[in-house]
DNA sequence: TTTAGGG
DNA sequence: CCCTAAA
């Protein structure tokens, strides 16, 4: 259960591989480059294989690579002796790599019948943790093998039909358990992963090799436990995420009963358009439920699905970002609004299931279609206005460290009523205390102690606008629930608003923005006003007489009294001075 | 876009 | 701070 679906460097990967295939264009492709571009095939109408054209590729390069493997027929790059001459046993010679015997449909049938006996069996057969203790060869055919050893098309044209894994099932496979990880430096050997392989036993590098010779790409990874997982992922094509993913429910999308039947069509649908059903080549595939377990879209899944899957993505894509949002705290708002527009789901998608964390998705009925939604806690910040007991306790809780809480409530409507401005009692103390709810302990005591060491200087040279420890961004989803950002005002900045204030009048935001807050990337000019509002009550609330100022300490930091006097004295300057003065 | 206000 | 209506 709540297995680690992918870490971070997972993802990574994931993403380099997508990357190159899709730089990589195809008459490229037997360069190392990318070594799935020249293993894509499709079944021309006479049952051959044929190079897939540039066009089918892109086609591919829609999707996940690593599900595309599974998917796409692959030539077997060298199998090994033993494997060769199993496929030639069960399948007949296929398809030979220069003449492709076209499969009937009966022999398809069968084939497919047969693959499905195999899928089965090899589901019994391996755990559902998968800890891959032995593997079956059935679980890591071709698919391990496709990704390496570049072959010209005609070598190994061979066979679509790795599929024919037929062979049975090797529950026991003793040989080959340990892998030399020097054999496998120079050049994958499939035998590595063929045989029965206990990546338990193995050392970090040679899981490497392992890995190596199952994607066909190196890793630097050196965590043992992720890469068992992956290879074992690779080579099963189950990500054998036991808890969530309810994606079984894809497989029921998909229709169909049979899992090898799937795969089948979807190739189809994709790749091969006018190839027959009878497809000599299928791949072995279980691969539905892992790649959609990941939350990797397959809209091409199938032609009646894709439109439904695309909605589904478009759908899941806020969620994505939720969890981005819920992952990394420290961009700015801005950053991150731009990031989601600009996002493609295809690729942003697969991340759902990134990071270190558990991802459990569930299903949910959505715009008619079901869609996995992660299981994510959404920690929003809402200020939950109704409850006003609780904003109440929580204030408390977090000014007792710094003084009386009750203090402060009666500061704050004592600040509040003698000042000018009688709009709403109560609105003050609920926005001190919705701040104050809202900010982390961390950022409300600071908000104090800014006055005094003035950090400004840390925005000043940093111009950081982006790497503000706020508390976070602000999150809008359905509801319209958010999360502010909190900056405390520094005594510099409330100083520099004032001079602005005093030089280019109030009201002049933009300007006093512009020429005097130039350093201060965030604070834009509405900041500014507020702020200057901010101020203005303030001053007008505590002049009358000092003994309110006196409480007024918590309420928000203290400002100079001095500063406060002379906002005061610009305000009603500036009031009384009409415009056209200026 | 910028301001002014309400929340 | 956020959100919006106005300008």
Not at 197 to 219: H, M, S
Not at 361 to 375: A, C, M
Not at 555 to 579: C, D, F, T, W, Y
Request: hydrophobic share 30%; glycine share 6%.
């Amino acid at each position: 259960m709540g297995t680690v679906v992918g870490t971070v460097e997972d993802r990574r990967e994931m993403f380099d591989v997508s990357a190159q295939t899709r730089i990589t264009p195809f008459s490229s492709a037997n360069q190392i480059g990318n070594p799935v571009a020249y293993k894509l095939v499709r079944v021309a109408g006479d049952g051959r294989l044929v190079p897939a054209t540039d066009e089918e590729i892109l086609e591919v390069n829609e999707i996940d690579v690593s599900d595309a493997c599974q998917s796409l027929g692959y030539l077997p790059a060298e199998g090994s002796p033993s494997r060769l001459s199993q496929l030639e046993e069960t399948s007949e010679g296929l398809l030979r790599s220069d003449k492709v015997e076209p499969s009937t449909d009966q022999y398809s049938e069968e084939f497919l019948q047969k693959v499905e006996q195999d899928e089965r069996l090899v589901m019994v057969s391996t755990p559902p943790d998968a800890n891959i203790q032995c593997c079956n060869e059935n679980n890591m055919f071709d698919e391990d093998q496709v990704h390496h050893e570049p072959l010209p098309f005609s070598s190994d044209v061979q066979n679509g039909c790795d599929v024919n894994q037929t062979n049975t099932v090797e529950p026991s496979c003793p040989k080959e358990t340990a892998l030399p990880a020097s054999a496998a430096s120079q050049k994958p050997d499939f035998a590595l992963v063929r045989g029965e392989i206990c990546l338990n036993d193995l050392p970090i590098k040679a899981l490497q090799e392992t890995f190596r010779a199952t994607f066909g790409r190196e890793t630097t990874v050196k965590d043992k436990t992720w890469l068992k997982r992956r290879i074992t992922m690779g080579l099963t094509k189950s990500f054998d995420v036991p808890t969530t993913n309810l994606t079984i429910k894809d497989n029921k999308l998909v229709g169909i009963k049979d899992k090898s039947n799937d795969v089948s069509d979807d190739v189809r649908a994709t790749n091969v358009k006018e190839a027959p059903s009878s497809s000599a080549y299928h791949v072995n595939g279980h691969s539905n439920a892992s790649g959609r377990s990941l939350g990797v879209n397959h809209y091409w899944a199938t032609e009646d699905f894709s439109s439904e899957e695309r909605a589904a993505k478009r759908v899941r894509k806020p969620t994505r970002r939720y969890i981005e949002e819920l992952e990394t705290d420290d961009k700015s708002v801005v950053t991150s609004k731009d990031q989601r527009l600009s996002e493609k789901s295809e690729v942003r998608s697969m991340s759902v299931s990134l990071g270190k964390r558990v991802t459990v998705t569930r299903v949910v009925p959505l715009g008619g279609s079901e869609v996995e939604v992660p299981y994510v806690s959404h920690v929003r910040r809402s200020r939950p206005r109704e409850n006003f007991m609780a904003l109440m306790e929580c204030h408390t809780n977090c000014l007792e460290a710094k003084g009386s809480a009750r203090e402060s409530n009666l500061l704050n409507s004592e600040v509040v009523s003698p000042g000018s401005v009688v709009k709403s009692a109560s609105g003050p103390i609920q926005k001190e205390l919705a701040t104050s709810h809202n900010n982390t302990n961390e950022e409300y005591i600071p908000a104090e102690a800014d006055q005094d060491m003035e950090p400004d200087h840390v925005d000043s040279s940093g111009n950081s606008s982006d790497e503000y420890n706020n508390t976070g961004a602000p999150m809008m989803q359905g509801g319209g629930l958010r999360r502010k950002h909190h900056r405390a005002w520094t005594l510099t900045e409330v100083t520099t608003l004032v001079e602005g204030v005093s030089k280019y009048g109030a009201g002049k935001w933009s300007e006093i923005k512009k020429f005097s807050f130039s350093s201060h990337s965030h604070r834009t000019s509405v900041d500014l006003k507020d702020k200057w509002r901010n101020l203005l009550r303030a001053s007008f609330a505590q002049s009358p007489s000092n003994t309110m100022g006196s409480f007024k300490k918590h309420g928000s930091m203290h400002i100079p009294v001095e500063i406060l006097l002379q906002v005061r004295e610009l305000a009603e300057k500036q009031s009384l001075v009409p415009p056209n003065h200026r």
